[in-house]
Every structure is written in C-alpha cells, then in structure tokens.
C-alpha cells in the first residue's frame, strides 16, 4: 500500500477549519484518498502527546471526530470507496462514535467475502463499551490488541491472565458471518507478538531495539498494524502471516526512531 497513491482510502469527520484542511493535505500527500465528513459546526479533533524518556501519552480533544453520522456512509464517493475496497479495518475508538456505521460496512463486506480487521484500541473501550466490542467482534476475521488490552479483555470475560489463552479465545469467539476463520494478533512491545488461528497459538520474536535508538513510542502500534495489513492485502486468501508480522514489526521499529508517528520520506525499503 505504501508509496502508490490511492490504493488506501479513509473516511472520519473533521471540521471545516485549518486543522481540517491540514489533515486532508497531509494524507492526501501520502497518497491517501482521504473522504471526511465536514461537520460545519464543530472543530476538527486534536491530540496532544506528552513523551518522556520515549515512553508517550496522549490527550485527545475529539470534537468533530466523534460526530460522524452513518448518512457520511451514502455520499457517492463513499460508496464507491466501499466497493472498490479489499479491506476493511477500524480502530475500537469508533465504537464510541457509530457502530451503526462500522456494522453497515462491516455487513456488506462479510456478504462479499471480503476482510474485516478490528483494533481493540484501549482498555476503556473494553470495559464500558462491552456490547459495542462485542457487535463489532461479531464481524472480525483480524482482532488487533496490545497487551493491556488484552489483558483488560480477559479480566472483563473472565478468560484469565494467560495472554495466549485470552488470544485463542478471542479467536473461537462468535462470528456473525462467512467461513473465514478469525485471526487474533496480539503485540507486547519488545516481546513476542502472539498469533491465534485455527485453534493454535504462534509467538514471534521482536528484534531488540537498543535504548538509545528509542525516541517516541507514539504510532508504534498503528504502524504495525499498517505493515501486517500491506502484505495481508497481497493475498488474503492464503495469509502469510509470518510475513505479516515481520512487516508490522519492521514498521514499528521504523516509528519509534522518530519523533512522532512519521515516516522517512524517501521510498519504503522494506524486504530490500
């Protein structure tokens, strides 16, 4: 997906001010095609991120960001982003904002055959959005998770402290559709990423990053996620997920040598 523009699309509601039209260009510079709801009434979303010894934190502001309405979704452009898509992933924020919205796309992508992906996000989206979680887990054929979230999934379920038992749960948990059997991808930082699929559980090593390399933690999750979903949109009928994970790891890496979550401009050189 990297570096071929309009090959990834995204849709959220900002406002109409220069926040909003920043955050158009800077994704539209990079080659995503980037359809907001513009919410005339209400400023665009922001964050601010307090990071110390490379460890961050966040304070978010979300304004417009948690005003978008399912109609957004009927827009002709939308439809058509809708259709053309391969993939479909979300972040657990949005459950607080429409899951009528994430459901409409969701169901119309679980009748195409097509891929659904679901980030957990955060502890609190598991413990007060529980029903939310569970509509929108219905529909996951990949859950994304770090370790607190999957710890807060299973204390919540009653599934234990084992991360690998919490994972193969997730995994056999309900699926409202299709055949495709549901993949659960859980990251811990420095140590082994845990992979549940088919009823077995997979770890894979983290390559050490040494101390004084680490500049900014914030984006390392996102970009994991980003690398695992540019190889699985390569062929998401025989998943590569060893492949997957490698990509996800080498983009974290890459992020948390930056301040803030970017990339270096020149071209990707990833598995040259």
């Not at 939308?78 to 969701?106: D, H, N, P, Q, R």
């Not at 009653?158 to 495709?180: F, M, Y």
């Not at 050490?208 to 949109?233: H, I, R």
């Amino acid at each position: 997906m990297i570096g071929e523009a309009g090959q990834t699309a995204f849709m959220g509601a900002i406002g109409e001010d220069a926040f909003g039209t920043q955050l158009k260009d800077s994704a539209t510079s990079d080659g995503v095609l980037a359809h907001y709801m513009v919410d005339k009434e209400t400023p665009t979303g922001t964050c601010a991120v307090l990071v110390k010894d490379g460890e961050r934190s966040l304070i978010a502001n979300l304004a417009a960001a948690n005003n978008f309405k399912p109609e957004h979704l009927e827009t002709e452009q939308a439809k058509e982003i809708i259709a053309a898509s391969k993939v479909y992933y979300s972040a657990g924020f949005f459950l607080t904002v429409s899951v009528e919205a994430l459901t409409t796309v969701a169901t119309e992508f679980a009748a195409k055959g097509k891929v659904f992906c679901l980030n957990l996000s955060a502890p609190f989206i598991i413990d007060f959005f529980a029903d939310q979680v569970a509509t929108a887990l219905s529909f996951a054929d990949f859950v994304f998770a770090n370790e607190s979230e999957a710890a807060a999934y299973g204390k919540k379920h009653e599934l234990g402290e084992d991360i690998e038992q919490i994972a193969l749960a997730v995994a056999r948990s309900p699926k409202a559709s299709g055949t495709r059997p549901r993949v659960v991808v859980f990251t811990q930082g420095a140590d082994a990423t845990v992979v549940a699929y088919m009823g077995k559980v997979t770890t894979y090593a983290v390559e050490k990053l040494p101390a004084e390399l680490l500049v900014d933690t914030n984006g390392a999750g996102d970009a994991f996620v980003g690398g695992f979903l540019s190889q699985l949109v390569k062929d998401d009928v025989n998943v590569d997920l060893k492949g997957c994970v490698e990509a996800g790891h080498w983009a974290a890496r890459v992020i948390i040598q930056r301040s803030g979550c970017t990339f270096p401009k020149e071209a990707c050189d990833y598995g040259k």
